[in-house]
């Protein structure tokens, strides 16, 4: 079956540097996403990897290994505002979204 | 980037009533849209996948009949809910994909659907 894994929740200082992991295993790949999303909103795009390596967009990268099923996104400078479920989801071979459950972030002052 | 609404926003229906959601693609052309469901702490669920000019595509599990998916034109795809019963109480999104990126996905705002 497909799976996407990732940590339920996390806690992090304002100011410090997290990194949220998620392993998949999918039939197929087309891409790996990472969304955001705030409470009660719907998921905003944050980055999307199809090749390995690390893509850096300001305070958020995002990595992704192929060969191990494996992606991380890292968030720098943590501020209050990035209090949110961050999803990972991959694109499969039909290019349909298969979603992790979210990681609950928690930032604390 | 691309805009996609949905209205309502929040909707409190009584059991055995229909509710209608509308997604619209605001500055683009969508032929196909996606609806989603998600309960509280839980990944979003593709509920179906609606093509403008044919019969929506829905996922295992998901009653048709129940969920009625139109796709009236390129910018609007609707979804109804008939017959609701407090179980269908969820946060409903729907996605369009990007144009230049069909892998991108632009989200609604969701609706928060309240059956009492």
């Known amino acids: 079956g497909q799976n996407i894994d990732q940590p339920t929740e996390m806690t992090a200082t304002e100011g410090a540097i997290v990194q949220i992991n998620c392993t998949y295993q999918?039939?197929?790949?087309?891409?790996l996403f990472w969304y955001q999303q705030h409470a009660g909103e719907a998921p905003t795009f944050l980055s999307y990897?199809?090749l390995d390596g690390l893509e850096e967009k300001g305070r958020f990268s995002s990595f992704l290994s192929r060969s191990k099923g494996y992606s991380y996104l890292l968030l720098k400078e943590l501020q209050m505002k990035d209090s949110a479920s961050y999803l990972c989801?991959?694109?499969?071979?039909?290019?349909?979204?298969?979603w992790g459950a979210g990681t609950k972030l928690i930032i604390k002052p | 980037g691309a805009v996609v609404s949905q209205h309502p926003s929040r909707v409190i229906c009584k059991s055995g009533t229909s509710v209608k959601i509308e997604c619209r693609s605001l500055?683009?052309?969508?032929?196909?849209m996606f609806w989603y469901r998600q309960f509280p702490k839980k990944s979003l669920m593709l509920m179906a996948t609606?093509?403008?000019?044919?019969?929506?595509?829905?996922e295992q599990g998901v009653e048709k009949d129940k969920f009625l998916i139109n796709h009236a034109s390129l910018t609007l795809s609707t979804l109804t809910v008939t017959s609701a019963h407090p179980e269908d109480s969820s946060f409903y999104i729907c996605?369009?994909?990007?144009?230049?990126?069909?892998?991108?996905?632009?989200f609604g705002p969701g609706t928060r659907l309240t059956v009492l």
């Open positions: 996605s369009a994909p990007g144009q230049r990126d069909y892998n991108e996905q632009f």
């Open positions: 500055d683009f052309q969508a032929t196909t």
């Open positions: 609606s093509n403008e000019g044919s019969k929506a595509t829905y």
């Open positions: 999918t039939s197929g790949f087309n891409g």
């Open positions: 990897n199809v």
């Open positions: 989801a991959v694109s499969d071979s039909n290019y349909q979204l298969i």
